[in-house]
């Protein structure tokens, strides 16, 4: 169970509360044992380019030891507090800096420890010692050399390669660790099965020189594996999406490891069936508050007031708010944008075309997401897909100095799911779909208007994107767009929305706009 709070657009607590039983085999536990877990996390956008979180855990455990021929289980507590601050230095380069402490006050692990460290990969431990009354504080350094090699083999299929040395000269940890694996993920058309499988390769002079990788897990993306000893491992992930609601999985992973000579192989075997953690969740609605700008500027002075309509928008259930900001500002204003950017507590996104004062004012503001539009700056609106082959490297070199900043990126795409491949090529997070061509043949046929929305969607799916939406959407195509087009994450509307507002007013049309998001609802 999970809560979290926005005090501001800079600053937010997020905190969670994770208990669980686990009746199987695990590490040094031969009985049911049970688990609590207490985090909080205050995080602190500082600027644009600097981020800032402290974090607070306190876990709990339960351990067996085996004394002759007694075996026990004992409850004890782990404490953690850690401060992160991660800051861009160049456009291309960031710098990450952190400071831990654990305490243990009981059990076999009673002590406390501290660490410190820079991203690249420069560590300075401080190191406690208690010998009778003497206390003493040990210095000492490790280094790490890491190469990384991730590429596509095809469309469908990516393999990753990854070896790791890291060398402590000093210390209580002197020594070595050495880590090799690959890694093949494919996708298995068409019952969209995808497939992940690692072997590794291990070879950890101490403990304190043990090694962490990330691995696939099924009850949450990712964990974190500790590699110590000497010795191999490997595991195989498949999954399937049965509907929109559920997910089924299974992993098998093994793992074989000499510690003095001695050879001790740990299984591990998990089936699992689970609903896909967003699968619950509604698309977000971010309203785009362009065509009250519009309002306001044919009359002169500040009637809307944009700024107003946004903070309105959000109190009357809003997710989002959007705008698109145009050279010639005959909508929204640069000085709109950085207003807005102080008093909106939901997602910010900026859709624009890249142009050198969009990137400085999307920098300037730090919004949640930026999408990219490729329309010129005389368009009307925006009217037509990237085509991600010919602007495969200027997106990339946008969305890499997007990324700098710490913003998701989104590319607006016609419904062709040859895009989708180059979008995810370029490093986009997400892909928006035009809907105008959706929106037209709706009437007609709604089935015929969607199919190629589906296509595109399910190849974004496979490509690893998010799938957001826009353009043309209204009270009567919305929810059969939302009810059939796979991922939808998020749907921006202005045009439509601002027009029913003129009859429903505005906290009633977007109640009834949300209300179209709802995956079953009585129209």
Not at 23 to 38: E, G, K, M, N, V
Not at 211 to 229: I, P
Request: net charge positive; with cysteine; charged share 20%.
């Amino acid at each position: 169970m999970g809560l979290k709070m926005n005090f501001t657009r800079k600053l937010s607590l997020s905190n969670y509360c994770d208990m669980a039983r686990q009746p199987w085999l695990t590490f040094r536990f031969y009985a049911p044992s049970r688990t609590q877990d207490l985090l909080w996390q205050l995080d602190y956008t500082a600027t644009k380019k600097t981020q800032l979180y402290v974090r607070y855990r306190y876990i709990t455990h339960s351990l067996q030891s085996n004394e002759g021929t007694t075996k026990t289980i004992t409850n004890y507590a782990t404490q953690l507090l850690r401060v992160n601050i991660n800051a861009a230095v160049t456009n291309n380069s960031r710098v990450e800096l952190r400071a831990e402490h654990s305490f243990n006050a009981d059990g076999p692990s009673a002590g406390h420890s501290s660490l410190f460290y820079g991203d690249y990969r420069y560590i300075t431990h401080s190191l406690q010692s208690n010998e009778g009354t003497t206390k003493t504080i040990t210095n000492y350094t490790t280094q790490l050399l890491r190469v990384n090699i991730n590429a596509a083999v095809t469309n469908n299929s990516r393999v990753e390669l990854r070896a790791e040395h890291s060398f402590n000269a000093d210390g209580p940890s002197a020594g070595h660790s050495s880590l090799f694996y690959g890694e093949y993920t494919t996708r298995l058309n068409p019952g969209r099965w995808q497939l992940v499988t690692r072997y590794s390769m291990f070879d950890v002079s101490g403990f304190y020189n043990r090694l962490y990788a990330y691995e696939n897990q099924l009850l949450y993306d990712f964990g974190t594996v500790a590699f110590y000893g000497k010795g191999r491992s490997a595991y195989i992930l498949a999954t399937k999406p049965i509907n929109k609601r559920l997910k089924a999985g299974l992993r098998y992973a093994w793992m074989e490891s000499i510690n003095n000579g001695d050879v001790s192989p740990t299984w591990n075997r998990r089936p699992y069936l689970r609903a896909a953690d967003l699968a619950y969740m509604n698309p977000k609605l971010s309203v785009n508050v362009n065509k009250i700008a519009t309002l306001r500027n044919a009359r002169g002075g500040n009637n809307p007031d944009v700024i107003k309509v946004a903070f309105d928008c959000e109190q009357f259930g809003a997710d989002g708010i959007t705008v698109h900001p145009r050279p010639d500002e005959r909508h929204i204003r640069y000085d709109d944008v950085r207003k807005l950017s102080e008093i909106v507590t939901t997602e910010f996104n900026i859709e624009g075309y890249p142009s050198e004062s969009f990137l400085k004012l999307v920098e300037e503001v730090n919004p949640a997401q930026v999408t990219l539009v490729p329309d010129p700056p005389d368009v009307l609106t925006s009217n037509i897909g990237w085509d991600t082959m010919k602007n495969l490297h200027l997106l990339q070199d946008v969305i890499v100095r997007l990324k700098a900043g710490g913003m998701r990126v989104s590319l607006f795409l016609n419904p062709d799911p040859s895009m989708v491949a180059n979008a995810a090529l370029c490093g986009a997070d997400r892909i928006e779909l035009h809907t105008e061509h959706y929106a037209v043949l709706f009437p007609k046929d709604p089935q015929q208007a969607l199919k190629p929305y589906i296509q595109t969607a399910e190849e974004a799916i496979q490509s690893g994107l998010g799938i957001n939406a826009g353009h043309d959407l209204d009270l009567h195509n919305l929810h059969y767009l939302r009810t059939h087009l796979p991922g939808l994450l998020e749907v921006s509307i202005g045009h439509a929305l601002i027009c029913d507002a003129l009859y429903y007013g505005l906290k009633e049309t977007i109640g009834m706009y949300k209300n179209r998001l709802l995956l079953n609802i009585a129209l």
